[in-house]
């Protein structure tokens, strides 16, 4: 797998180093572009897949100089571009180019995910049951609340029979009922700490999941481009969930 990484920050080093890990160390790793057109798109020639890990205002022109040096495939896992979403997909779809989109790449997240979903289903009918999230990250991480703490209320909320948004941030008096309450922790150096409570007058129940560094969600990145190359994909933009499914899959043939 011939690969480039955009982005030379933490995240990009943890990709490169997960990539070399397997043998298959990046192509290049690209910081900020020289001219303010971004970069020159003969810079991706040769790439299978690229991985996007920079800010969300260069996704879209990564995307696009990435597209027509020729590259079909990517991993974005960059947060913060929801608003260039449909014009990446739109350049997606008009090359015939495949891309797994998710704000974090560990499967250790992703099955966390499922495991909140389904607490919601099982605790939602009981009204003394309240849930609620805790997301702690580094003092200098710059999104609050993260993209898996979004996530992670938005499937709560969907699965969750009496919760339909998440409360506002620093508003005065308690949440509504019907509201989510989620805090924000920025503070030290926390790579990251995601939790989610269902409080009881009598009992609490709480799943957490810490990270310890980057290096799983820099390997689910590489799990993600492995699966967009071992065959030909939709174009258009994949979940991190279909690529879970595939493997979970995988691992039942086996078995039977």
Do not use: C
């Not at 495991?115 to 009204?127: C, H, Q, T």
């Not at 309240?130 to 938005?154: F, Q």
């Not at 309450?181 to 030290?188: E, F, P, Q, S």
Request: aromatic share 6%; net charge negative; no cysteine.
């Amino acid at each position: 797998m011939l690969s480039i990484v955009a982005g030379d920050g933490g995240m990009g080093r943890a990709v490169a180093a997960a990539l070399a890990g397997r043998g298959m160390p990046p192509q290049a790793i690209l910081g900020l572009p020289d001219s303010p057109a971004g970069h020159d798109p003969d810079r991706f020639a040769g790439a299978d897949v690229v991985f996007e890990f920079t800010t969300g205002d260069a996704v879209l022109q990564n995307v696009r100089a990435a597209l027509a040096g020729g590259v079909g495939r990517f991993v974005i896992g960059t947060t913060n571009w929801a608003d260039d979403r449909p014009a990446v997909e739109e350049a997606l779809l008009a090359n015939g180019a495949a891309a797994v989109a998710s704000p974090n790449f560990s499967l250790g997240v992703m099955l966390f995910a499922r495991l909140v979903e389904e607490a919601a289903r099982l605790f939602g009918p009981f009204a003394e049951y309240d849930p609620y999230l805790v997301e702690w990250h580094r003092r200098n991480k710059a999104d609050r609340p993260s993209g898996t703490a979004i996530e992670i209320s938005r499937r709560l909320i969907a699965a969750h029979p009496r919760k339909t948004r998440v409360a506002q941030p620093m508003a005065h008096g308690a949440p509504a009922p019907e509201e989510l309450d989620v805090t924000v922790i920025r503070a030290g150096a926390a790579p990251g700490m995601h939790l989610v409570g269902f409080d009881a007058p009598g009992e609490s129940l709480e799943m957490r999941l810490t990270a310890r560094d980057r290096s799983a969600y820099a390997s689910g990145a590489v799990t993600a481009a492995e699966w967009l190359i071992d065959e030909s994909r939709t174009p258009g933009f994949h979940s991190f969930d279909e690529v879970l499914d595939s493997i979970i899959s995988k691992q039942g043939a086996q078995k039977r």
